[in-house]
């Protein structure tokens, strides 16, 4: 349930952020704004997820995409929502495909 409920405060936020910046929420947004809510540095986080911070720059810009594997680790790695990292993830590679509306949810179940 309390992942569940992470899910749906993280869609909210996705449609507020969009509407606030005008941009498509992407997942290096999601990487950036948990930086900026626990008040980091880049050097930081991109060590805490076994990044380099160019790589992690890389990554919260949008000019890098990460594989579904990395997400899943990074959720791990910051204590976060699996399913809410991988509905990102999988709403920007269906935005990059041009399914721009298209709605994406998420379950997972425990291996």
């Not at 579904?68 to 790695?77: H, N, S």
């Amino acid at each position: 349930m309390k992942e569940q409920q992470k899910t749906i405060e993280g869609a909210k936020l996705d449609a507020f952020l969009e509407e606030l910046t005008g941009k498509p929420f992407h997942f290096g947004s999601v990487l950036r704004a948990y930086r900026t809510r626990m008040d980091i540095k880049q050097t930081e986080l991109a060590q805490k997820l076994g990044l380099s911070r160019q790589n992690l720059y890389q990554i919260e810009t949008g000019q890098r995409v990460v594989s579904l594997q990395k997400a899943l680790e990074f959720a791990d790695k910051l204590n976060e929502s699996k399913q809410y990292f991988v509905a990102v993830l999988i709403q920007d590679q269906c935005r990059q495909a041009g399914y721009a509306n298209a709605k994406v949810s998420v379950e997972l179940d425990a291996a």
